[in-house]
């Protein structure tokens, strides 16, 4: 027979161990850089040059990179070639597009001027993809025959993938938003792909 003072013991070292199993929902980004989206969808962005990662994950086929979002609607990615990629292309990713109700993959054509036009590829339902109250993981896998695809980090399969079929070379990432700010949290450390 175990003593009434034993199982109290067991039972306040079970409660402290429960506790310390819990993660604080921001312990994802750790190692991560930060990105406060101050300029809007037309501002002239600070496109980051991707050999300036230090995570990246390399599968050969290819290369991956996680991030997180912080925010309720509208978290921008632009993928480019060049640091001012004015008169060419870029992909375009809006996730959390309609009141956080879908997923935008485009192509955008922007002047200096601030003229765009935007070329829609795919657009994927994705309800309440973003939050407000927790960093969103995510990866964002870039195939070298032009496939790419997001999804959330921890799954296998994406919730959005698209062929780029001008197959963009990736050299540099903005972030922006349209009309909600937002944190964006990248070159965090990567897992697997």
Same mark, same amino acid.
């Given at each position: 027979?175990?003593?009434?003072?034993?199982?109290?013991?067991?039972?306040?070292?079970?409660?402290?161990?429960?506790? $310390?199993?819990?993660?604080?929902?921001?312990?994802?980004?750790? +190692?991560?850089?930060?990105?406060?989206?101050?300029? @809007?969808?037309?501002?002239?962005?600070?496109?980051?040059?991707?050999?300036?990662?230090?995570?990246? @994950?390399?599968?050969?086929?290819?290369?991956?990179?996680?991030?997180?979002?912080?925010?309720?609607?509208?978290?921008?990615?632009?993928?480019?070639?060049?640091?001012?990629? &004015?008169? $060419?292309?870029?992909?375009?990713?809006?996730?959390?597009? &309609?009141?956080? $109700?879908?997923?935008?993959?485009?192509?955008?054509?922007?002047?200096?001027?601030?003229?765009?036009?935007?070329? +829609?590829?795919?657009?994927?339902?994705?309800?309440?993809?973003?939050?407000?109250?927790?960093?969103? !993981?995510? !990866?964002?896998?870039?195939? $070298?025959?032009?496939?790419?695809?997001?999804?959330?980090?921890?799954?296998?399969?994406?919730?959005?993938?698209? !062929? +780029?079929?001008?197959?963009?070379?990736?050299?540099? !990432?903005?972030?922006?938003?349209?009309?909600?700010?937002?944190?964006?949290?990248?070159?965090?450390?990567?897992?697997? @792909?």
């Amino acid at each position: 027979m175990i003593a009434p003072s034993a199982v109290v013991l067991l039972l306040a070292i079970t409660l402290l161990r429960v506790e $310390t199993l819990r993660l604080n929902a921001f312990d994802v980004i750790k +190692d991560c850089k930060q990105y406060n989206t101050a300029l @809007g969808y037309n501002g002239a962005l600070n496109y980051i040059p991707i050999s300036s990662f230090t995570h990246v @994950g390399d599968q050969r086929e290819f290369k991956y990179y996680v991030f997180g979002v912080l925010g309720t609607n509208d978290a921008v990615i632009r993928l480019s070639q060049s640091v001012y990629p &004015y008169g $060419t292309e870029v992909v375009e990713v809006v996730l959390g597009a &309609y009141n956080n $109700t879908k997923t935008i993959a485009r192509h955008q054509h922007r002047k200096s001027t601030g003229e765009f036009e935007n070329t +829609d590829i795919v657009k994927m339902a994705t309800p309440n993809l973003l939050s407000p109250f927790r960093p969103v !993981m995510l !990866m964002l896998k870039v195939w $070298t025959n032009g496939r790419r695809e997001v999804l959330h980090t921890g799954q296998q399969f994406p919730f959005i993938s698209f !062929m +780029d079929a001008r197959n963009i070379t990736l050299n540099y !990432m903005a972030f922006t938003k349209l009309d909600s700010n937002l944190i964006i949290f990248y070159d965090c450390p990567v897992q697997s @792909g």
